[in-house]
């Protein structure tokens, strides 16, 4: 099946430093969600990406999608304590396919 | 805002007894999912459920569970016979439509299932 891998595993920054995860696939995607989980919480809905090459912005999140589809990464500049948690990529056929996804902790 | 809903929060069952796990999807989505959590892992596709059938399952979604959407509200999850790996946080989720658009999915608070 497809499998869709996120690096690193886990992150850990000073509050302020900027925070990159990277998604990579082994087949070419039509498009890819971004979920963020909380520490015992839920997945929620972040972003879709569905072009080649776009990049969308909310705020300090900064996600692409790679030209090929097969890679995305989601950028946070300045980071915040609020930002703790795992984020997750999902490319969607109906279902949601997570990545592994990246374990984030920010140190005030 | 309108949310997903899921009881209980938490059940502790032993081995080889059934349980049934409820999810209350928003009033107006039209697909219904169930992901499980292995604690520390990540979240994976059990079962996708559109006009009163099962759209997509994974292999984990063998002959020992089940979903029924028994009215107008209620999407539930059986498990016949729970075994000792079925320990997990179990999450709801329901969506408005289908791909293009982004029907993101969203997912209930989740029901930790602890199996003894």
């Known amino acids: 099946g497809q499998q869709v891998m996120q690096i690193p595993q886990y992150q850990h920054v000073q509050e302020g430093e900027d925070f990159t995860t990277y998604c990579n696939s082994s087949?070419?995607?039509?498009?890819i969600q971004w979920y963020k989980q909380r520490p015992g919480g839920h997945p929620v809905f972040l972003i879709q990406?569905?072009?080649?090459?776009e990049v969308k912005k909310q705020k300090r999140l900064t996600f692409q999608f790679g030209e090929a589809k097969k890679n995305s990464s989601l950028h946070i500049t300045a980071t915040q304590t609020t930002d703790v948690g795992t984020y997750f990529c999902?490319?969607?056929?109906?279902?949601?396919?997570f990545g592994t996804g990246t374990r984030l902790q920010v140190f005030p | 805002e309108p949310e997903v809903t899921q009881t209980p929060s938490h059940q502790v069952t032993q081995m080889g007894q059934e349980v049934i796990l409820r999810c209350v999807p928003i009033?107006?989505?039209?697909?219904f999912y169930w992901y499980r959590q292995i604690l520390g892992q990540k979240v994976e596709f059990l079962v996708s459920?559109?006009?009163?059938?099962?759209?997509?399952k994974s292999e984990i979604f063998d002959d020992q569970f089940s979903v029924e959407r028994p009215d107008g509200s209620n999407f539930t999850l059986k498990i016949r016979s729970t075994k000792l790996e079925d320990s997990a946080m179990y999450f709801c989720?329901?969506?408005?439509?289908?791909?293009?658009?982004?029907?993101?999915?969203?997912f209930g608070p989740g029901t930790r299932l602890t199996v003894t």
């Open positions: 087949t070419t995607l039509s498009n």
């Open positions: 459920f559109y006009n009163n059938e099962i759209s997509e």
């Open positions: 990406l569905v072009k080649s090459g």
């Open positions: 009033s107006n989505h039209l697909y």
């Open positions: 989720a329901s969506s408005e439509g289908l791909r293009d658009w982004p029907y993101e999915q969203y």
């Open positions: 999902a490319p969607r056929h109906d279902k949601l396919i």
